[in-house]
T-cell receptor, first 116, second 108 residues
Framework: GAGVSQSPSNKVTEKGKDVELRCDPISGHTALYWYRQSLGQGLEFLIYFQGNSAPDKSGLPSDRFSAERTGGSVSTLTIQRTQQEDSAVYLC??????????????FGPGTRLTVT | DAKTTQPPSMDCAEGRAANLPCNHSTISGNEYVYWYRQIHSQGPQYIIHGLKNNETNEMASLIITEDRKSSTLILPHATLRDTAVYYCIVRVNNDMRFGAGTRLTVKP
């Protein structure tokens, strides 16, 4: 079946511009996660959705970052007034209903963001 | 705060078992141990998870010590395609925090 998809796969933007990154989770997965990974680094948790609500926004690095999820499916991560330090691969993952915490996450291929 | 400690890198000969250690001395009673791996330029891939008992699936085995303060991921017959960064994570609910992982290099 179809996995997690993300678009665009690559995005180059100028410093100060806004960008939107999109994630399509696996059908039926109610939990959705955003991470980012800087070059050569581990994954950094950003935000988590259960349905359309985001009970954990603790990882968002600044108020320039926001995310929403509509219809319990597609999610967009928006970065306003991008800075060079925002350059990274942004990964999305989804999993089945988040209750007991034993569900594995399925990751998308990521969006590589480069801020020039 | 990833709550786990892993060696930064390991080598393994092709066809031999790869044993990847992880320390999680502050693990709580309801936290699971998860292993993921990330092959270059791809998203992380789930491998296995466990709570108290040892676990085995088609990819790997997970050995958890009786006190749960450490675990070992075993790839029984490593292949070149197993070269990746391996992440050990302890989690309950949504708190999946990845550390730096172990970069495993399988050599011919």
């Amino acid at each position: 079946g179809a996995g997690v998809s993300q678009s665009p796969s690559n995005k180059v933007t100028e410093k100060g511009k806004d960008v939107e990154l999109r994630c399509d989770p696996i059908s039926g997965h109610t939990a959705l996660y955003w991470y980012r990974q800087s070059l050569g680094q581990g994954l950094e948790f950003l935000i988590y959705f259960q349905g359309n609500s985001a009970p954990d926004k603790s990882g968002l690095p600044s108020d320039r970052f926001s995310a929403e999820r509509t219809g319990g499916s597609v999610s967009t991560l928006t970065i306003q007034r991008t800075q060079q330090e925002d350059s990274a691969v942004y990964l999305c993952a989804s999993s089945l209903a988040h209750t007991s915490g034993i569900y594995e996450q399925y990751f998308g291929p990521g969006t590589r963001l480069t801020v020039t | 705060d990833a709550k786990t400690t892993q060696p930064p890198s390991m080598d393994c000969a092709e066809g031999r078992a790869a044993n990847l250690p992880c320390n999680h001395s502050t693990i709580s009673g309801n936290e699971y141990v998860y292993w993921y791996r990330q092959i270059h330029s791809q998203g992380p891939q789930y491998i296995i998870h466990g709570l108290k008992n040892n676990e085995t699936n088609e990819m790997a085995s997970l050995i958890i010590t009786e006190d749960r303060k450490s675990s070992t991921l075993i790839l029984p017959h490593a292949t070149l395609r197993d070269t990746a960064v391996y992440y050990c994570i302890v989690r309950v609910n949504n708190d999946m925090r990845f550390g730096a992982g172990t970069r495993l290099t399988v050599k011919p």
